[in-house]
């Protein structure tokens, strides 16, 4: 497999944030900020490309925040609780049916020259 570029890694998580939303619990449990840390302490491209790896990969995990999309949105019923919409991603149909994220998919996450 040919090594991901900085430019590419920037254009393939613009095209899946831009498209689909940022990852499910971005600045949750993700914790987003730990990698803002990571880049201060070494702020490179090869570490900014790295982390813009590691952010498609955990968004593949876990998938879409948004919460017409993602398997895991919770909001604040009318009785003040918290329940869980219950409204699933589905991951295999989007793969199958968007070629540039099957390509993205291939590329990051199984390592295949796209």
Known sequence: MSMIVYAE???MRTYIWETYGCAYDYCGGYVADEEFEKLLANPSKAMARQLLIDQICYWFQ?????????????YESTTGGWGNLNTEFD???ALANDPELKRIYRRVVMGADA
């Open 9 to 11: 890694a920037m254009k």
């Open 91 to 93: 991951m295999k149909f």
């Open 62 to 74: 876990v998938g879409p925040e948004d919460s017409t999309k993602a398997p895991h949105c919770w």
